[in-house]
């Protein structure tokens, strides 16, 4: 019904920048959130930050300072510009998106790799 699709993900040197897109496409109506999730090796997944409709943004604390989310209702786009990368932020990067009837969908991911 719905595909998410990132982009952008790749390795980096510690303080560097990248910046991730995901598209959604398919069945996509009355988005309530989008967002990213990442999941470190051995690690569970964790929420990075999301973005609803109305631009509320919300960002792990680990984060804050560093990446920026934003979005394009019209485009069903949401963006993660990631700066002053760390080691400890590689990981395979996910997009979500919720409905507002509840329903969820997760992106396959993009890996990132920050070398020290």
């Known amino acids: 019904q719905v595909q998410l699709v990132e982009s952008g993900g790749g390795l980096v040197q510690a303080g560097g920048s990248l910046r991730l897109s995901c598209v959604a496409s398919?069945?996509?109506?009355?988005?309530?959130?989008m967002g990213w999730y990442r999941q470190g090796p051995g690690k569970q997944r964790v929420l990075v930050a999301t973005?609803?409709?109305?631009?509320?943004?919300t960002y792990a604390d680990s984060v804050k300072g560093r990446f920026t989310i934003s979005g394009d209702n019209a485009k069903n786009t949401v963006y993660l510009q990631m700066n002053s990368l760390k080691p400890e932020d590689t990981a395979v990067y996910y997009c979500?998106?919720?409905?507002?009837?509840?329903?969820?969908?997760w992106g396959k991911g993009t890996q990132v790799t920050v070398s020290s």
């Open positions: 979500n998106v919720v409905m507002g009837v509840g329903a969820y969908y």
């Open positions: 398919g069945r996509v109506f009355r988005v309530n959130t």
């Open positions: 973005i609803t409709s109305g631009g509320t943004t």
